[in-house]
């Protein structure tokens, strides 16, 4: 890793303890160089060196790193660059991130960056049928780490008490079936985008880095809009989807109800022109 002089980087006069100064900087490190997993950090002497600090600064520093699933510390072996933990969700599979996480032996983590009453852009009030509306914005981590950045629109009416300690480390869908609406699904779209500035800040990335961008709206039994959604997922995702193919000279089950109406349909006309025929 080429590091720039670390002891000009620290401000001694800041305030801000010296450690949370230097993991900071070691993270953008690993950040913008866009380090691969077991990549060496340098030693403890190194770091102790050019940054002018005590080692157990330096250990404070790759400690807070290490938390935050950045770094891998091995025993008599020094620091190397964590792998990325990897996200695997059923796209076919409305919710139930944390489910799917938890079934990967992972624990799926939320923080509410923000929540404000606004007018819901034309996409949504086409989705949600209504222009007042909740704008939720979570981050959802994997040890730690960013995965996904949400940006959710609601309905303000049914959902008027959701604030930011009631959604953090919550499932918005159990939330709404507690207050009687139940998520069923909807359609949604997956496609790759590059990431903004302040995108790339939330996703811990770089900007212009691609990222998988989920769009849709999701419904209750009866059609209502309860969410319509942008969820921004770093590459580190593998959306897993189920095909199956008709066998030859089978019907579909959506061919075969269509064959049903309209033989539904041909029985009445039939029985119709039958009895206007009988009558003359």
Known sequence: MNFAPHESLLSRSSGQPLHSQIRNILQQQIVDHG???????????????????????????????????????????????????????????????????????????????????????????????????????????????PVAFMRTWVPFAPFSDFSVELLENASLHQLMRERGHIPVGGPRSVQAVLADEALAEFLQSCTGDPVLLLQGVTQDAHGRGLEWFNVWHRPNTIFDVEAKVTPPGLISAQELSQLHRMSQKLESELARVSAATNSQ
């Open 35 to 145: 380090l691969e997993a077991g990549t060496p950090l340098p030693t403890e002497e190194e770091l102790q060196k050019n940054f002018g600090v005590s080692r157990s600064v330096v250990r404070q520093a790759l400690a807070g790193l290490a938390e935050e699933g950045l770094i891998r510390r091995q025993r008599g072996r020094g620091s190397v660059v964590a792998a990325a933990p990897v996200l695997r969700r059923h796209i076919q599979q409305a919710g139930g991130l944390d489910q799917q996480a938890a079934a990967s032996g992972q624990k799926m983590m939320t923080h509410v960056h923000s929540i404000q009453r606004c007018n819901a852009p034309d996409e949504a009030t086409q989705a949600l049928g209504v222009m007042d509306v909740l704008r939720i914005e979570r981050i959802r981590m994997l040890e730690s780490v």
